[in-house]
């Protein structure tokens, strides 16, 4: 049973460009929220999707958004990226019933903002 | 808001000492905790949960008792190996009506287990 997984693992953008994130939920699950983690710190909730509708969100700005699929998976997207945006990007799913409550990670995207 | 705070590492111990890492928490409501590990290049794993007052979340030797009297929830393992060696995030989610809340995490404990 494949868990969660994210693509790409690493990447390197240049400021102000604009980037995409792409999770795949863990096999039966219907819900994905996403989280930053800063070097050092805990991750910070961005949003979470369900039936392809954002649900909930934290204190992220206009420039991050998102997307779900028809078949769940997801993408974050991040504009007119700044150098504070480099962090680990955790994609968490959780099966139907459960949303919020106990959830399964993905092993991150790695993003560098130069 | 809601919040968790755990001790500040970095943790060192040599193999087989006892481990507690201290959490404590703030919430509006009913909480349910929870335990994350994270390996090196790694994504987070739930460790271990309990979702109500005085339940014991208990996986890999590990264990946390809920609190609710002094509103803690601290990991503890009596015999650390080289292997647990990892950042340990304590978090908590609330039950609303609109549903449960997101989580929310500490700042993370880092562990080093020498041999």
């Known amino acids: 049973d494949a868990g969660v997984t994210q693509s790409p693992t690493h990447l390197i953008k240049t400021r102000g460009q604009q980037v995409t994130l792409r999770c795949s939920p863990k096999?039966?699950?219907?819900?994905v929220s996403w989280y930053q983690q800063a070097l050092g710190q805990g991750p910070q909730f961005i949003f979470q999707y369900y039936e392809e509708e954002e649900r909930q969100r934290g204190n992220f700005p206009d420039r991050f958004s998102g997307h779900q699929f028809p078949n769940y998976s997801s993408e974050l997207n991040v504009n007119a990226l700044w150098l504070g945006d480099s962090a680990l990007y955790l994609c968490?799913?959780?099966?139907?019933?459960?949303?919020?409550?106990?959830?399964?990670f993905g092993p991150g995207t790695r993003l560098t903002v130069t | 808001g809601d919040s968790v705070t755990q001790m500040e590492g970095p943790v060192t111990l040599s193999e087989e000492a006892f481990l507690t890492i201290n959490c404590t928490y703030t919430a509006t409501g009913y909480p349910s905790l929870f335990w994350y590990v994270q390996y090196p290049g790694e994504g987070l794993q739930l460790l271990l949960k309990a979702t109500k007052a005085d339940d014991k979340g208990s996986n890999k030797g590990f264990e946390a008792t809920y609190r609710k009297e002094t509103t803690s929830f601290h990991l503890e393992k009596g015999s650390v190996q080289v292997s647990d060696s990892a950042v340990y995030f304590c978090a908590l989610s609330v039950s609303r009506n609109s549903g449960n809340t997101p989580l929310v995490f500490g700042k993370g404990t880092r562990l080093s287990v020498i041999a």
């Open positions: 096999s039966g699950h219907d819900t």
């Open positions: 968490a799913s959780s099966p139907p019933g459960l949303a919020g409550y106990e959830q399964y």
